[in-house]
Structures are given as C-alpha cells and as structure tokens.
C-alpha cells in the first residue's frame, strides 16, 4: 500500500512539475514533452530471442551466449530496454548530464515490462552507486532518478545504500572489455544488514560490457544477497550476431 502511495505521489509530482514548468523533448527539442510522439518511435527497443543470462540478443539456437556459456556472471539476469544510439542516447545524456531527472520517471513503465516479461521478484532495488567525489560534483545519481520510481512503480523496496562505491574509478570510457573489469574490480561493498537473503535488482543507465554490473552483482553476493537482477535503459555494445530489434512507442 505504501508503495502504491509512493507511485501516485511520484506521477503527480511530475505531471504537475510538467505543467509548471514545461518540458521540451530530450532529443529534438520541441516544447511541451519529455519526450515528443515522432522521437518515441525512433527508439530501437531489443526484442525478440535474447540470452536468458546476459541479454544479449542471438540469432538463432541455444539459450546462451558464448560468453555466458564459457563464464557466466554473478547475476542472474540483464535485461536493457533498447540501443545506445539514437534518442535512446540523447535521453541518456539528459539524464545523465543535464540534470533532466523525470527522464526515468518517463521510462518506467516499460522497465516494469521488462521485469514482468522476466518473472523477476526482487525485494529490493537499488542503483549503481556513484562514488562521493562524482555524486558532489553532478549533485545527483542518475541511476537512482531511474530506480527510485521504478521501485515505486513495482511496488517494491527501494533502497540506495545497500551497496556503495568504495573506490573511485576513471571513466570507463574508451576501455576494452577487460580493462573495464580490472577497472572496477573491488570498487563496490555491499551492506550484510541490508540484503542478506534479499533479491536484489541493480538498475543503471547503460551498459557497455556489463563488467559495472558484474562488479555489483559480485559484491551483493559476498555480503549475503540471494541473487541479483540487472536492468539499463541502454545497452550500448550489441556483441554478436545481428540484433533483432523493433520499434514501437514507450
């Protein structure tokens, strides 16, 4: 029931802060919306036959990936929303950069899908930390403006320090996969009093190679956590085989 109240405060805050202040779409600019009607369906949403693990999309065959096969990660499950490109990324680095946060309000209907399409039943969600130094110098995490409705939304915990980022890492960006893991190898812990026995969804903005998640997932389950779930607006590197994608509105 709480969290049924939580949801309709949340759509009623931004319904009104829409109507104070209205908004202009993330990607094109034209007044009055988040996101307007002609930039919704030009976003590439991954459908169709994907890793039951990683979420990588595959052509044809098994129900793993390569990769999974040969080193299955910690987590359960990955599951990203649609391509980093595109709208896709023009919303991502609103978000991300300028300080456009009902961006993951906008979103979270159909990253509830998502988890209903997987039968995922988390006990607690929570975002990817950033590290103090990141979080002081953008004033906000952008994970949490997605994880924090979607909570909400699935009428689930939400809990934003069940896990921190205990080290800070350079950019990952421009990084090969492995270097990625080194990179953020031992930067995150996560707190036993919170998600000992707990199922755990992580949610992030985008994901590259997925070694963030890796690394969460990782430390979530050192400290007790029953199992992990991942979940990203944007999946950013699409490794093997042809994608199968589709278009429709959010």
């Not at 098994?62 to 709208?87: F, I, S, T």
Request: charged share 20%; hydrophobic share 40%; net charge positive.
């Amino acid at each position: 029931m709480k969290t049924q109240v939580v949801d309709y405060v949340y759509k009623g805050f931004w319904k009104t802060l829409d109507w104070i202040y209205p908004p202009v779409c993330a990607s094109c600019g034209e007044p009055g919306f988040r996101l307007c009607a002609d930039c919704q369906v030009k976003i590439r949403y991954l459908t169709g036959k994907r890793c039951v693990i990683c979420g990588e999309p595959l052509k044809r065959g098994c129900e793993l990936c390569a990769d999974c096969q040969a080193n299955p990660p910690p987590y359960r499950a990955m599951r990203n929303l649609a391509v980093y490109e595109g709208v896709m990324r023009d919303c991502i680095h609103a978000l991300k950069y300028d300080s456009n946060q009902g961006l993951g309000e906008f979103f979270c209907d159909s990253l509830a899908a998502l988890v209903a399409e997987g039968g995922w039943a988390p006990d607690l969600v929570m975002p990817v930390p950033l590290s103090p130094m990141r979080m002081a110098e953008r004033g906000y995490n952008q994970a949490a403006c997605i994880a924090k409705p979607l909570a909400a939304r699935l009428g689930r915990r939400y809990h934003p320090f069940g896990i921190e980022r205990i080290r800070d890492t350079p950019s990952q960006v421009g990084l090969s996969g492995e270097a990625r893991r080194r990179n953020v190898a031992g930067a995150f812990k996560a707190h036993l009093d919170v998600v000992a026995g707990k199922v755990v969804l992580m949610v992030d903005d985008v994901m590259t190679t997925g070694s963030t998640m890796e690394a969460c997932a990782g430390a979530l389950l050192d400290a007790g956590a029953e199992g992990v779930y991942c979940l990203t607006l944007g999946r950013f590197a699409l490794r093997a085989g042809v994608p199968n994608l589709t278009r429709h509105l959010v």
